[in-house]
């Protein structure tokens, strides 16, 4: 029996529910597909340009690369699927397939890579993210092979018979695809908006930065293949899809090296848990908090990187320290020396130029919250969390059980040392961090303030 009180076999079929259920739509799919195959009554070229295509898809579903913020994108699968859309001739022969067949094999594709790329438990919400795909794909071909949009019929048919100047075709796709982009841009942060935790300006702003050029570089090579395929043919697919294959390599570089990047601070986050200044485990515990706590605020996600590498190296400025803080609890100390060693860790991590804003978070977090007040000065919001979550930690020390003394302590410089808002998201994001259980004895000692 599972912790749950299921046996392991019940609890595995729960847990690959979700790829059941996509296996059973593929299924269907794959019966729609054949369907849609004997409907359109491809002829031998149109079966080998959308075989060739689908398996450029599927090949370029397993060179997914992520956005250094949040979704992933395949650019060789983009490129593809908006070739099959936008194909009208290949050899001096016309593609008469229609918009049906695109929106099947494009769902097809993805449900099939779906289930051998994505873990059980992310598949039910990935599969949104993948059907915003299918319907800009959809939108598409519709648009190009469907629409009556010419005076003999669709795009896709005045192309095939020379009615439309290259040039004019050409620029007629690139506007097709910019219109799908905006599509998909636009479903995408109303999808995320739905989940409540950043507002749709903070979501555009980031996907039009991290993500948007990818995109755009993969769907304006789809053109130039689907423009390519009327006189190379199906060598067209692997010449002009192969930059996007190099991009993606590219592209995993610069993600491994983020990556990289990221595990050094962790070790160096450590170096003061090592040595005996700080309380082990106490900077990844701080940069949970805040990564939390900036989520609940609606932080922008590369604001949230930012404000969790500062909380990791906070307190690196303690090795400098001839006595160790006890507990490395920096609340307890002289508002004096608390600066001290935020200039002191702040200086270090200066040294690194991809590091400033963190350094900046860092300078400014034992900055009481009065000077917003009081002093008409500037405080970031990132600093005013990272000043509660180390507070909070430095109190608790990674144990739930004196949450309620820490945050009764924290409630004593409300207004003047916290920022109120501040406390209450940390309230309430550290309730599910915290077991029904009793506070033992004497842990209200160790968490209530010095008397005189």
Known sequence: MTSSGLSPAVAATRR??????VLIGMTLLALAYLGVLRADDLGMGDAMVVGALAIA????EFLRVGGPTHRSIAPVATGAAVALALAS???NHELAYGAPLVVVTVALIILLTAVWLEKPDNLSFRIAGHTIRVIVMGFLAVAFRELPLMEGGSLAHAAAQGEIEPWALALTMLGLTCLAQLLEL???VWMRTALGRQQWREILAEDARDMLPIAAAAMSTGVVVAIGLRSLGLMAIVLFLAPLVLMRISIARRTGAIQARRQSITALSRLTDLAGYTEPGHAERVAVLC???GREVHLPARSIIHLETAAL????GQIGLRHSVPYGATINLAPLDQEQIADDSADLVEEAVYLTQSAAIIRSYPTSFRVLHEEAKRLSVEARILKVCNAYDDLTRGDPL????ALERIMLGLGYEYDPAVVDVLRTVTVNLTPPTEVPAGAEDEAAPSRP
């Open 16 to 21: 690959h529910r979700p790829r059941i259920i």
């Open 57 to 60: 898809m599927a090949g370029g």
């Open 89 to 91: 001739v290949s050899d």
């Open 186 to 188: 636009s479903l995408h």
């Open 291 to 293: 990564g939390l706590v």
């Open 313 to 316: 190296l906070h307190d690196v």
């Open 402 to 405: 004196r949450r309620e003394p």
